[in-house]
T-cell receptor, first 117, second 113 residues
Framework: DTGVSQNPRHKITKRGQNVTFRCDPI?????LYWYRQTLGQGPEFLTY????????KSRLLSDRFSAERPKGSFSTLEIQRTEQGDSAMYLC???????????????FGPGTRLTVT | SQQGEEDPQALSIQEGENATMNCSYK?????LQWYRQNSGRGLVHLIL?????REKHSGRLRVTLDTSKKSSSLLITASRAADTASYFC?????????????FGTGTRLTIIP
């Protein structure tokens, strides 16, 4: 399977704990995106990377959130001091942006469902 | 924040019927995309229409775009039970090189066998 993968698929944590999620994009895709989706809503953009560079961050991404893509391949999203409001599905997507070979379609992973108790 | 809204929020139809859902958005766009999401899973890309296109087809899917009204519609013909899912429209920002997507609130489609 060469699609986008995310780990873990589910995470239950207590309020105040730190959590880290991982996303492995499609191998030739140079762009990687993080979205958050709460129940009954569409995904909301959090941040994205072009290779290892983080190009944009949403104001939804408070200082408790940090994302990295150190080698331009996989990415991690860390949430420190989790709060109950952080409970959501965290989705990762990737796309190819390379001039004429650019594809605007984003390919999503299955998501990591976070529950903060 | 959500860019737009899908209408209706929920739709139930008999298998074999056509399903139409609409999307409205607020700002200028480069492209508009439709995605499907099965319960509790990731999103699957269905179709993309660029801002200079008015209609596009892909299999049983037909998408229209009216940039003057800032609206789009997705038609699924000859619906099947497997089409049961939530459908989201997503708009791409107008600036070249910025492909972050802004999603609508979704339409929950149920196909009754």
């Amino acid at each position: 399977d060469t699609g986008v993968s995310q780990n873990p698929r589910h995470k239950i944590t207590k309020r105040g704990q730190n959590v880290t999620f991982r996303c492995d994009p499609i191998s030739e895709h140079n762009r990687l995106y993080w979205y958050r989706q709460t129940l009954g809503q569409g995904p909301e953009f959090l941040t994205y990377f072009q290779n290892e560079a983080q190009l944009e961050k949403s104001r939804l991404l408070s200082d408790r959130f940090s994302a990295e893509r150190p080698k331009g391949s996989f990415s991690t999203l860390e949430i420190q001091r989790t709060e109950q409001g952080d409970s959501a599905m965290y989705l990762c997507a990737s796309s190819l942006n390379a001039g004429r070979r650019s594809l605007y379609e984003q390919y999503f992973g299955p998501g990591t469902r976070l529950t903060v108790t | 924040s959500q860019q737009g809204e899908e209408d209706p929020q929920a739709l139930s139809i008999q298998e074999g019927e056509n399903a139409t859902m609409n999307c409205s958005y607020k700002t200028s766009i480069n492209n508009l995309q439709w995605y499907r999401q099965n319960s509790g899973r990731g999103l699957v890309h269905l179709i993309l229409i660029r801002s200079n296109e008015r209609e596009k087809h892909s299999g049983r899917l037909r998408v229209t775009l009216d940039t003057s009204k800032k609206s789009s519609s997705l038609l699924i013909t000859a619906s099947r039970a497997a089409d049961t899912a939530s459908y989201f429209c997503a708009t791409g920002a107008p600036n070249f090189g910025n492909e972050k997507l802004t999603f609508g609130t979704g339409t929950r489609l149920t196909i009754i066998p």
